[in-house]
């Protein structure tokens, strides 16, 4: 190269390199117990770390994006699980009651799996799928148990089926994660969805309602005694109730100055179910279901439901006398069972529930 190219050459700028790509590096696990439900990646990941999820379990507490099946062998013996053929879970969730009914089901048997949360189902599919259940021994659908009848024809299984369960109870993943709504433990938009592509958020049911409507929904729902002065309050509110913390703080304040601090949280408690169950049209959804149970049950097939409230009850509870003054169920119970006190200690999420069945005519 000659002298003037050479100093040609060393006079232009040097094109700038690229610059090595930098490792994300996992945030630290922050402590034996980080409080953020993100920070939880651990417990997020019981394939991984197994040892630490028996450890939370063991605590009485349920491990984060986990949901922990309750009165599961109460279920398998009431729908007599080892005898079916066919069977439905209409409350796919975590997958714990279907895994535990795959493993019942006689060799020929096969599970009807339904969930409208798009974002939880196919991880359970997926995990459960790892376990071994391929199709048709487990098929798997995303909608609500409103439309069993038609799903049931889509499948196939027109005649019917030996049993259908539903946990009625909203699964610890929703609650848990704070990006879905549902919690007040931490921070979140106040959404509430079980499908939250589909209707409106809370926040937004919030600012189309009236101060009779909520009040309204408050009592139907949860019967929430101080109702009015909470609807008054969230309505005068409006425009600045966006956020979970908000409606908790906003509802604290509505009540009466001198009410106890436990009866406060319980009302915050009271206005979130309510609030949820007119999002989703829960007890919408469960009439439709319980409306269908005795057509889509076979000769001697059983159906038992999980609830979790006086609502949700007493529309099972009503549904299943009906249906035996009817004639369209055989029997149906005489009592409802409960969780046992250790497997409240073990869960304390199960104290609620109450298990109702019926056996169809």
């Not at 279901?289 to 159906?303: C, I, N, T, W, Y």
Request: glycine content about 6%; charged content about 30%.
């Amino acid at each position: 190269m000659g002298a003037a190219a050479k100093m040609r050459s060393m006079s232009e700028p040097v094109p700038p390199q690229d610059p090595e790509p930098q490792r994300r590096r996992r945030p630290r696990y922050k402590g034996t117990h980080p409080r953020r439900f993100e920070e939880k990646y651990k417990e997020l990941d019981p394939a991984r770390y197994p040892e630490l999820v028996e450890h939370v379990r063991s605590r009485g507490q349920t491990p984060a994006g986990q949901h922990v099946p309750i009165l599961v062998d109460e279920a398998l013996a009431v729908l007599e699980v080892q005898r079916a053929l066919r069977g439905v879970d209409c409350t796919f969730g975590f997958g714990g009651h279907s895994e535990r009914f795959l493993r019942a089901l006689p060799v020929a048997g096969e599970l009807l799996a339904l969930d409208v949360d798009p974002l939880q189902l196919p991880r359970t599919e997926a995990r459960l799928r790892a376990l071994g259940f391929a199709e048709p021994r487990l098929r798997v659908r995303r909608t609500n148990f409103a439309a069993l009848g038609s799903v049931l024809h889509e499948v196939g299984w027109s005649d019917g089926v030996d049993f259908v369960f539903a946990d009625l109870g909203v699964s610890s993943m929703q609650i848990d994660d704070p990006a879905r709504g549902f919690t007040f433990k931490q921070d979140g938009p106040l959404d509430m969805r079980m499908n939250p592509s589909r209707g409106l958020s809370a926040a937004q049911w919030l600012e189309r309602a009236n101060e009779a409507q909520l009040a309204a929904v408050l009592v139907e729902n949860s019967d929430e005694p101080h109702a009015e002065r909470v609807a008054r309050a969230l309505t005068l509110r409006r425009g600045h109730v966006a956020t979970t913390l908000a409606l908790a703080e906003a509802v604290r304040a509505a009540l009466p100055p001198r009410l106890e601090a436990d009866e406060a949280e319980r009302s915050v408690r009271r206005v979130f179910q309510a609030l949820r169950i007119e999002v989703n049209d829960e007890f919408g959804v469960l009439d439709a279901l319980l409306r269908q149970l005795p057509d889509v049950l076979r000769s001697g097939g059983r159906a038992a439901l999980l609830t979790f409230h006086s609502g949700e009850d007493r529309r099972v509870k009503k549904a299943f006398e009906r249906g035996l003054a009817e004639g369209r169920y055989a029997a149906i119970c005489d009592e409802v069972a409960r969780p046992s006190p250790e497997e409240r200690r073990a869960n304390p999420r199960a104290a609620p529930a109450k298990l109702r069945w019926a056996r169809r005519a």
